[in-house]
């Protein structure tokens, strides 16, 4: 994954920003490595169309470009990113820290109508299909911003965390699962959350080829001019 540039003349290991990622609201998703996976109300969904991925399929997660970090949102689009990776011991900045503190300016929530973070707490994590070589179908980049994506990212974390020391030239396989807990507020029902659960383990080689042929597509899309709309 490319370099971030630091943001306000900061240190790269204190703040960096890449438009990596569009959460695929734009037209061109140049920035995302392979294809955009999130979680949504449930389902995993894959690419700008919202193709559904299944339950229980297993991807090897790339803890080692693993981003975490802040991006701000203005009209529905991320126009700004603080991000590093969490390999690399980078440490996200406070709230406190970015501008628009002022809640009266912020954009309000189209369902409950109340002031919205422009600034969103976010995770990146790169993820393949085991053994499959082409980054058109088988490379993703898991993005999240909700407190149950950030928490499965975190609990992620711990686990691979507490095993890399004898496993360190490997990467762990991962099963796509659900979880869920009931609302406090009984008008929500239950809320669904992603879980990875590690299955199993593969050598890290598995992305060097296809994170090459990945980072050579987005460049060959970067010299191609933006369709005007």
């Not at 409950?112 to 969103?120: G, I, L, M």
């Not at 980054?135 to 890399?164: D, N, Q, R, Y």
Request: hydrophobic share 35%.
């Amino acid at each position: 994954m490319s370099e971030i540039a630091a943001r306000n003349g900061t240190d790269v290991g204190a703040a960096k920003t890449n438009y990596f990622t569009q959460y695929g609201e734009q037209v061109s998703q140049r920035n995302i490595v392979g294809r955009l996976l999130k979680f949504s109300k449930g389902d995993y969904l894959v690419g700008e169309h919202n193709v559904e991925m299944p339950r229980g399929v297993e991807l090897i997660a790339n803890m080692d470009e693993l981003m975490i970090g802040w991006i701000k949102w203005n009209d529905n689009k991320p126009v700004e990113q603080i991000m590093g990776r969490l390999a690399d011991g980078y440490q996200p900045m406070k709230r406190k820290e970015l501008d628009d503190q002022d809640e009266s300016q912020w954009e309000r929530d189209e369902v409950t109508n109340e002031p919205r973070d422009p600034w969103q707490y976010s995770n990146y994590l790169i993820m393949k299909t085991p053994g499959e070589s082409d980054p058109e179908e088988g490379l993703f980049t898991f993005a999240t911003s909700s407190k149950g994506g950030i928490g499965a990212v975190g609990e992620l974390c711990k686990s691979f965390g507490k095993l890399m020391p004898q496993r360190p030239d490997e990467f762990p396989v991962v099963k796509l699962d659900v979880g869920s807990y009931a609302h406090s507020n009984k008008q929500f029902g239950r809320i669904k959350f992603p879980v990875f659960d590690i299955v199993g383990w593969m050598p890290k080689s598995e992305f060097s080829e296809i994170l090459g042929q990945a980072a050579a597509a987005n460049e060959d899309k970067s010299k191609q001019p933006d369709i005007p709309f």
